[in-house]
């Protein structure tokens, strides 16, 4: 999948200016930057939920790719039909999908769940719900939108289980994080972007290099000396 130079607005805000990114098979790419520095727009125009305004998105058509959020869209209804209506919106015939959510759930330890109300579980089983219902669709391309940021450390700590779940399946990675841990745990690659311009992009041990990130990025390499402090 390739960007090449993207403007990308949100109403008549313009949020991504120029951003040329190139994400290869079985890469596992950590976005980090500021609040507001553009992690989720991107994902999102990579992910197509967005319209590139100037510029290009080039994707093979043939692959698979899903999306989890910070917090799940889930809806008042069993976890199975939750599981089920999201492959069912992808294609996937309703009983071919209803077969599908036992193996997704135990994929993601909540085995017996599937006919709980999915809004009555905790934040982080509503997170597992999202991992199974993104597991289900077997993805080639996966995209992470801080899928940790709003869990407690227990369930942040499942959570990240299943994202090195995902990676050890050779899936192909794209995550927005403000957790640096994370990001050397989980990433081969780590990109910088401050005020929706990227700044910086490196294999994960040249990023966490300061001298390296401070010749490409001076910018990149405050960020990284703030966080770190
Ligand atoms: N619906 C919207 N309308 C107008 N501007 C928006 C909208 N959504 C986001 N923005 C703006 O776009 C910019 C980038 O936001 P974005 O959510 O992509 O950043 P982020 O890096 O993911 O931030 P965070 O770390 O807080 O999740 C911000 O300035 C934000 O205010």
């Known amino acids: 999948m390739e960007l090449r130079q993207a403007d990308v607005a949100i109403g008549r805000a313009a949020i991504l200016h120029g951003l040329s990114l190139r994400v290869a098979s079985g890469e596992r790419l950590a976005l980090i930057g500021?609040?507001?520095?553009?992690?989720?727009?991107?994902l999102r125009t990579l992910h197509g939920l967005l319209p590139v305004a100037a510029g290009q998105l080039q994707r093979d058509t043939a692959i698979r790719q899903a999306m989890v959020f910070q917090r799940p869209f889930?809806?008042?209804?069993?976890?199975?039909?939750?599981?089920?209506?999201?492959?069912?919106?992808?294609?996937?015939?309703?009983?071919?999908?209803?077969?599908?959510?036992?193996?997704?759930?135990?994929?993601?330890?909540?085995?017996?769940?599937?006919?709980?109300?999915?809004?009555?579980l905790s934040a982080g089983q509503q997170q597992r719900v999202a991992f199974a219902r993104a597991w289900s669709l077997q993805p080639d391309l996966l995209f992470l939108d801080e899928p940790t940021a709003s869990l407690d450390p227990p369930a942040k700590r499942e959570v990240e289980a299943l994202m090195a779940g995902f990676a050890q399946a050779g899936t192909t990675m794209v995550f927005a994080s403000h957790n640096l841990g994370q990001v050397k745990r989980l990433a081969t690659r780590v990109a910088y972007l401050e005020q929706g311009r990227l700044l910086a992009d490196l294999p994960v041990a040249e990023f966490f290099d300061r001298g390296r990130l401070a010749s490409v990025s001076r910018e990149a390499d405050l960020f990284l000396q703030g966080e770190m402090a």
Do not use: F
């Open 34 to 42: 500021a609040n507001g520095s553009g992690k989720s727009t991107l």
């Open 74 to 120: 889930l809806l008042r209804t069993s976890v199975a039909r939750n599981l089920a209506l999201g492959l069912w919106l992808s294609g996937v015939p309703w009983r071919e999908a209803m077969g599908r959510v036992e193996p997704a759930l135990a994929r993601v330890g909540l085995q017996g769940a599937a006919q709980r109300n999915a809004r009555h």
